[in-house]
């Protein structure tokens, strides 16, 4: 019997210069009328989250502002307070990844819509219904659900923190080999594969290869470029049902090294690393993944990421255990310590 997939997207998708002002509008076209809860992060955000607030008040609808820090239990616990006294009917996030993930977890407990307005794009959660939360023991991804509407400024996100930018390639160029493991599970595990949800990951990666001289030169058709490049990796994970097309060994490799030294470089960062190694293992042009990187100056050894030749190693050995239901080129049994040396050694990511 064929199995049954359900598929929940976006609705309305606004991508350009000065696109905040429409917020007021997207909140109309949903029949919001209500109380609305704005979430905003501790930086960057206080020019964008001015002109949200000014558009949604031309409604005279009720706001609450709620400050989100972090994307821990804690804060989830307080925006879900929020929710529940304010009897908010949606929420809007204006900042960076962790208020994204805030917001994408507390309305979808709450059984509300959430609008994704980010300020910066360092990764592909901006669309996507997955959501990552940060425990004790790392970080765990939960599937929630994608934002009803999503407005990406375009000058606010060219102005943000290049290395926001830098790390946002590393996550996409991610998908290269994300989708290589995919299949691979496909054909070794009868794992369920999407030809449509995997082109769409891959044909991200592609685009920015294409256009990285100018995502490096700060262009806004760059900046258009690698936007739209994370939203469509959002569609491939709402099409799919996980985030199967786009988190692949790279990504394992990364949240091994989130968890051996927390706090050291960005999620793309480490994943970009992660993209050249599992290129190699998977026989492919894992050259042209460092060259991409270097291009924009993205770290493609330890020592640019921050670390120690011996946590990368580490990481290698360590990263098929981080997920089990994950099945990639690393196998069941992970890479063995000398040929995880080796790997990192041939590919230039330790000396
Ligand atoms: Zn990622």
Redesign the pocket.
């Known amino acids: 019997m064929m199995h049954i997939h359900a598929i929940n997207l976006p609705r309305f998708v606004i991508v350009g210069p000065q696109v905040l002002p429409k917020v007021g509008e997207v909140l109309t076209r949903l029949n919001v009328n209500g109380d609305v809860l704005l979430l905003c992060g501790e930086t960057f955000t206080k020019e964008p989250m001015g002109i949200v607030e000014e558009s949604v008040n031309v409604l005279h609808l009720p706001t609450h502002v709620v400050k989100v820090k972090d994307a821990t239990e804690e804060t989830l616990g307080a925006v879900e307070a929020a929710i529940k006294d304010t009897k908010s009917v949606i929420v809007i996030s204006v900042g960076g990844g962790k208020t994204i993930d805030i917001a994408k977890l507390a309305s979808f407990k709450h059984n509300i819509q959430f609008i994704s307005i980010p300020t910066s794009a360092a990764?592909?959660g901006i669309a996507s219904p997955v959501a990552s939360l940060k425990g004790c023991n790392g970080s765990t991804s939960t599937m929630a659900h994608p934002p009803v509407a999503l407005l990406a400024d375009i000058d606010i996100i060219a102005n943000s923190p290049r290395r926001q930018i830098v790390s946002g390639v590393g996550?996409i160029i991610?998908k290269y080999t994300a989708v290589r493991d995919w299949s691979l599970a496909h054909r070794l595990r009868g794992e369920y594969y999407g030809e449509y949800a995997a082109s769409l990951a891959l044909m991200s990666a592609e685009l920015i290869t294409e256009n990285i001289d100018l995502i490096d030169r700060g262009l806004d058709v760059g900046i258009r470029s690698m936007i739209e490049g994370l939203i469509s990796c959002g569609y491939a994970m709402c099409i799919a049902g996980s985030s199967r097309p786009?988190?692949g060994s790279e990504?394992l490799f990364s949240h091994a090294l989130d968890k051996i030294c927390a706090g050291q470089a960005l999620?793309?960062e480490k994943?970009g690393v992660g993209t050249i190694m599992m290129m190699y293992l998977h026989g492919g042009d894992w050259k042209s993944v460092k060259e991409v990187l270097s291009k924009v100056g993205a770290p493609t050894s330890a020592k640019e990421l921050g670390m120690k030749d011996e946590q990368i190693i580490e990481a290698l050995t360590i990263a098929h255990t981080i997920r089990a239901d994950r099945y990639t080129i690393l196998g069941e049994k992970g890479i063995a310590r000398e040929a995880a040396e080796d790997l990192a050694r041939i590919t230039g990511v330790i000396e």
Request: net charge negative; with cysteine; glycine share 10%.
């Open positions: 990764h592909d996550d991610a786009c988190s990504h999620h793309g994943c």
